[in-house]
């Protein structure tokens, strides 16, 4: 007859002892992109970077934990910084001498368009095209939907004006 001590309903003890896992951290891409190699392991030529991965061109091997490194981005353009310039009438008639547009410079591929908010109702304007009759040098037409023109110009000093 044996003697039993012990709960037969205790939970069993492990043959492993418990270890707590512990958490490996993120490594930084920055740190990463340090740790790339630059030699190959076989033939020990330089690796050359192939679209995401690195190659020897001798041997053939490819490195696929290479990772690139992240390049900065390059400040705003004076093209792309957001400035609204304000441009005053410098045509004929006294009355519209007050009168001010407002005009943002963007960027069209490889072409810096302005987009021009209309003086008199303040929506935004469409180019349009210039008659064949009044042609200035660099003049460009505006036009809004509510049927007002404005003629961008350049003047003598080489600032841009509205007629």
């Known amino acids: 007859m044996v003697i039993q001590t012990t709960n037969p309903f205790a939970p ?23 740790q790339n190699k630059t030699h190959c392991p076989k033939c020990s030529s330089l690796l050359r970077v192939n679209y995401q991965d690195a190659e020897c061109l001798n041997c053939g091997f490819v490195d696929y934990d290479y990772v690139a490194p992240e390049q900065e981005k390059k400040g705003n353009s004076l093209i792309g910084a957001g400035t609204r310039y ?9 009355t519209l001498g007050d009168v001010v547009t407002h005009v943002k410079v963007y960027r069209v591929r490889n072409r810096v ?51």
């Open 86 to 94: 304000v441009i005053r009438y410098m045509g004929e008639f006294d």
């Open 12 to 34: 069993a003890k492990p043959r492993i002892p418990l270890i707590p896992r512990r958490l490996q951290p993120v490594p930084d891409p920055v740190e990463v992109a340090k």
């Open 113 to 163: 368009m302005y987009g021009v908010s209309c003086p008199f109702c303040g929506s935004g304007m469409a180019q349009s095209s210039l008659s064949g009759k009044r042609r200035e040098v660099r003049e460009e037409r505006y036009k809004c939907n509510s049927g007002h023109r404005v003629s961008l110009c350049p003047n003598g000093k080489g600032d841009i004006g509205w007629k």
